[in-house]
């Protein structure tokens, strides 16, 4: 079978212009993307458990997709974010149908604590089993985990691991939750589901981390499966998306408006501040005017500090400084929860009450030290404090 790769541009990515041709193929912690140190880039079939073993060559199939639409002359327009293996390289056109490349299929699997995906208003202190599979549909320069964002199915180790596999592994890792992660996990859309419904039947809480690039009616359908979310939103211009991650701002932020107004996950926000690209004042102040006026003031949002990597290892870290000066600018904006993300120790990452100034959750690094929230308000002026606290 000849199979011809089609990069697709941004615009044509979410114009749905790129459809997918032929019988043959045709074709985001660093608060942003669920940060791993290299070491830790592929799972070991230890991590996955006992019973894991590598498959190479896998005995789980592909899954017929969701969300796209047949041509004519045998294409397919995938209308998860429109694309497929085109950019985000999991899913493809198989004899006029279109296939998830990642169902079952996963590279990362393994407990890790719940606020390493920059959710820190629900659960405070658990262990979520965290997964990933391959592929993403942006391409950020900084990305920590290109290894498995960027890869091709093919190109990652990976081991089969069902949906119902994956939510009986975080029971018996005693995690009360599943976070998809690392990579993009909305273009493992019929995985996504799967594990949500699994994890949901065992009583266990479902939480996305995500770059929000995805239309509005599969986000809808995504919006009901899960507990929480946490958007990338990775700079307040267009240039820095189109630039820095082959994207484009609008659709992130209909994204992360749509969330909040469907209102059934729980909703965080992360930006991480990369030096000389979307660090300057006005920027961060746009980004917080338009974060108040949209979300309004009690959504957590998090100035996470930029480490080099991949095609950006020439820079320096952020300067801790500038963090501290978009969290002033934030909170002088009015939102009531800003955060500091991957400066450990540093006290931004501390949930203090907006109305008595008390410290509630104090945490260092990963770690929470303290939780003084009790029943979801201050225990010192009973102020309510928003998020899922309780499991
Ligand atoms: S390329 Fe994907 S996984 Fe990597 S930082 Fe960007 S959105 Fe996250």
Redesign the pocket.
């Known amino acids: 079978m000849v199979q011809a790769k089609v990069r697709l541009s941004r615009r044509h990515f979410l114009q749905g212009a790129a459809a997918l041709a032929g019988s043959t193929v045709a074709g985001?912690l660093?608060a942003?993307?669920?940060r791993m140190a290299g070491a830790e880039r592929l799972l070991t079939p230890t991590a996955l458990g006992p019973q894991a073993t590598p498959s190479p060559t896998p005995r789980v199939r592909p899954k017929e997709a969701k969300y796209y639409a047949q041509l004519a002359n045998g294409q397919v327009r995938c209308q998860i974010a429109a694309g497929a293996r085109g950019f985000c390289q999991t899913r493809e056109n198989q004899k006029g149908r279109l296939y998830s490349l990642v169902y079952g299929r996963l590279c990362i699997a393994r407990p890790v604590p719940i606020e390493k995906s920059a959710i820190f208003h629900m659960l405070p202190g658990t262990q979520s089993y965290s997964v990933a599979t391959a592929g993403?549909?942006?391409?950020?320069m900084?990305?920590?985990?290109?290894a498995?964002?960027?890869a091709r199915p093919e190109e990652v180790e990976a081991w089969d691991m069902l949906p119902e596999e994956v939510a009986a592994k975080a029971l018996q890792g005693r995690c009360p939750s599943i976070t998809l992660t690392?990579?993009?996990p909305t273009i493992a859309f019929e995985n996504l589901l799967e594990v949500a419904a699994a994890a949901r039947a065992r009583g266990l809480r479902i939480l996305v981390?995500?770059?929000g690039?995805i239309n509005g009616e599969p986000l809808k359908e995504l919006c009901g499966h899960i507990d929480a979310i946490n958007v990338?939103l990775?700079g307040f211009s267009d240039q820095f998306y189109q630039q820095v991650?082959q994207?484009e701002l609008r659709h992130v932020l209909e994204t992360i408006k749509a969330i909040k107004e469907d209102g059934r996950p729980w909703l965080e926000v992360a930006n991480?501040v990369v030096p000389g690209y979307n660090d300057n004042e006005p920027m961060i102040r746009a980004l917080c005017a338009w974060f108040k006026d949209n979300l309004g003031e009690e959504v957590p949002l998090f100035f996470s500090r930029f480490e080099p990597a991949?095609r950006l290892k020439g820079l320096p870290p952020t300067p801790i400084e500038t963090l501290e000066k978009a969290q002033q600018i934030a909170r002088a904006a009015g939102l009531r929860f800003v955060y500091v993300g991957n400066v450990p120790g540093h006290q931004g990452q501390n949930t203090y009450c907006p109305r008595c100034g008390k410290l509630l959750v104090e945490r260092v690094g990963f770690e929470v030290k303290q939780n003084r929230v009790a029943g979801g308000k201050c225990p010192y002026c009973g102020e309510a404090i928003v998020g899922r606290w309780q499991g």
Request: proline residues 0%; aromatic residues 16%.
């Open positions: 985001s660093l942003g993307c669920g993403c549909n942006l391409a950020c900084y990305c920590q985990n290109y498995v964002a960027r690392y990579s993009e981390k995500t770059g690039y990338d990775k991650c994207g991480l991949y």
